[in-house]
């Protein structure tokens, strides 16, 4: 990197360099062209989509279903709301919403809207979306939030749902077959009796002929699978059977560059990563603009949006995830993460006000743990303020 | 050694100009579904070419993406800085030894050679210097490294300005990693590798296909020259009239001090005293303004130049040429 990142806040408010006036202008107009194009295709899920208000401000989409008084939402967006939650619709109806559940791994709250009734949203899980396909993020208006492409094909983001054998592989070794250099005794290969310096040749019959190489063997197994591993031994090949475990969880530091280069340019969501199953596209949502449905160029809703992480990236959960969640009791409110509190990992909220159940706290990873206590403290602060302020007008 | 360092953010600077634009129309939503249908093919096409290129020596991981056969590698110039080898990933994970040739730093364009046998994947090359604001394209990398828990990310956008001399700027967002990764048009052929990113998310710069051609030869050969330098102002491959500006006048009028001999501005017939007012009929707002609309051209191209020459408005064209060419010449 030639230029410091602190050149970054001078560049603020540039946007494209050396564009011209007549190039501003084609791209503007091609923008709108598209929006006119796919308006009419969001409207098949505009219906069913609600601004999620909490604290005075909006917070989240939510995607109404069941008999139209339910709602799904970001679970991390509201989890900390100080005041009643409310959802507004595009032609502003407004109900007053009660958390009546928490799918919790996928950041999802369920929501009772007391006092009005929407339009419930249809799930499409015929077709799984194929890498480049177009989705709209639909509105409660008539205009969608944002268009993007699918960047990335489904796939488990929770580390615990990815396989796990339990080798460190050593660099140097030149081949054929790749040689452990430790076994990490957390996975399974330290269970079938794998040690360092075999050589491992093949996995179910696939030759295995580089690191990157078996870890996309292993990236097509599940926890709970067993494969068979050919291996070398002081010149002898053996076949042994192993039983694969998941992930433990690695707490991998993004380095400061990475993360500082995540958020330029976009806001990112608190909660942004361990989602089961998830969909990339390259939608460019805000953090307010999750929690809403997604629909195809059909105006089928193939999932619901659910987090920023980055600049480049935008996840959705597929609507087969949804419609399989939605059969499951989600956990009560008062009782979500709990266990995270005790591990000292979560973060104790603001006590809840009357008319709400006292949000507990989120799961997060420590990273997280601390923005979000910084983030507390800001919002608690910023209320404090706010209700000083107020005071005088009251009386 | 997944450390992604990579994309480097530029010091970049805002200008208006002038200019015509044309893009790829959308008129309906069978428009739009025909971009998708050619979308989707181009994703399957060219995804197993796109590829990471992972250096140990010097703890960077970048993408790139192979155009030959034999395992040549287009990357960018500062993903394999200081590196001999590189580990060459593909999506499935298959992995490949790279011997890095030769690169221009100044394109920030760079090639890799796979050693190793192999009957490679491949996409074909497209050019860069027809794209203008608008224009559909798909831009490909191992976003953060390699990763393979998912195939290198695709994303979708068009042309938002074509950049200083050989760059173009897209709204197909890029973080680290992806640097030396592809940038496609819609048929599926290399236009471009990225390259760099400001904050904006509409800001992602990407070095055109066409200046591999120029330095093509010279890459393969092993030569490593240029200097990378965001400020197109200071690239040393900029485009110049070779004149001295004088002090620019209050109506932002250029005067020119000096014609350097032989040069461009010396061709066209362009005087000391004559005084610069516009550039393609675009007026000029001072010595750095003109500087900014010709670092948008690149050397070769034919700009008309509106002179003052005492009270008489004079048009010259004059075909520009590169800066560092140009010093060469006085040289020697």
Sequence with gaps: MLVAMGSISALMGQQ??????????????????????????????????????????????????????????KWSQIAFARTPVQVVGGDRTTGTARVVGVYQDDDLALLEIVDADFDPVSFSTEVKPTLGQFLIAAGPGDQPLKAGVVAVAERPLRESDQAFLGVMLDPEFEGPGVRVQTIDDRGGADEAGLQGGDVLLAVDGQAVTSAFELRGILQKTR?????????????????????LGGRPEFQRVPEARLRSMRSMGTDVSLVAGGFPVILQSDMQLTPEQCGGPVVDLQGRVIGIS???????????????????????????????ALPREAEGRGVRPAAGQQGMPIPPV??????????????????????????????PLER | MKKSRILHVGAILLLGLTGTG?????????????????????GRKVLPAVVALISEEVGSSGSGVVVGKDGLILTAAHVIDGAEEVEVVFPGGKQAKGKVLGANFSKDIGMVRIVDEGDWPVVEIGESKPLQAGDWVVAMGHSEGYDPARTPPLRFG???????????????????????????????????????????????????????????????????????????????????????????????????????????????????????????????????????????????????????????????????????????????
């Excluded at chain 2, 044309?22 to 181009?42: F, H, N, P, Y």
């Excluded at chain 2, 990693?177 to 471009?192: A, C, I, K, Q, T």
């Excluded at chain 2, 200046?211 to 485009?239: C, K, S, T, Y």
Aim: charged share 30%; with cysteine.
């Design chain 1, 16 to 73: 494209v360099p050396l564009q011209k006036p007549e190039e501003k202008q084609v791209t503007r107009q091609q923008s709108e062209a598209l929006f006119d194009a796919i308006r009419p295709v969001a409207r098949a899920a505009s219906p069913s989509t609600v601004w999620v208000w909490a604290d005075r401000k909006p917070v989240a989409m939510g995607t109404v279903i069941g008999d139209g008084n339910q709602v799904l939402t």
């Design chain 2, 22 to 42: 044309r893009g790829g129309e959308i008129r309906s939503l069978e428009d739009v579904l025909a971009l998708q249908a050619k979308t989707e093919e181009l």
């Design chain 1, 223 to 243: 926890p709970g699978e067993s494969i068979r591993v050919k291996y070398l031994r002081e010149g002898a090949e053996t076949e042994t059977e192993i039983l």
């Design chain 2, 158 to 332: 068009r042309v938002v300005s074509d950049g200083p001399g050989n760059f173009l700027t897209t709204d197909c967002t890029l973080i680290g990693g992806d640097s030396g990764g592809p940038l496609f048009d819609l048929e599926g052929r290399v236009v471009g590798i990225n390259s760099s990113i400001g904050e904006s998310l509409d800001n992602n710069n990407h070095a055109g296909i066409d200046g591999f051609r120029e330095d093509w030869d010279r890459m393969l050969a092993g030569e490593i020259w240029g200097e990378l330098q965001l400020n197109p102002l200071a690239n040393p491959e900029r485009p110049v009239l070779g004149i001295l500006m004088g002090r620019e006048l209050s109506n932002g009028g250029v005067p020119v001090e000096r014609v350097t001999p032989d040069s461009p501005a010396a061709k066209a017939g362009i005087r000391p005293g004559d005084v610069v007012v516009a550039v393609d009929g675009t007026r000029i707002r001072g010595g750095r303004n003109l500087g900014m609309i010709l670092a948008k051209h690149s050397a070769g191209d034919e700009v008309e130049v509106s002179l003052l020459r005492g009270r008489e408005e004079v048009k010259l064209r004059v075909e520009l040429m590169r800066q560092d060419q140009l010093f060469e010449k006085l040289e020697r």
């Design chain 1, 306 to 336: 659910i987090a920023r992480p980055d600049r480049t990236r935008s996840f959705i959960i597929p609507s087969s995830r949804i419609v399989a969640l939605l059969e499951e009791e989600p956990l009560d409110p008062g009782l979500a």
């Design chain 1, 362 to 391: 989120v799961p997060l990873n420590r990273g997280s743990a601390e923005r979000l206590r910084k983030h507390l403290e800001e919002m608690s602060d910023l209320l404090e303020r706010m209700e000083r302020e107020m005071e």
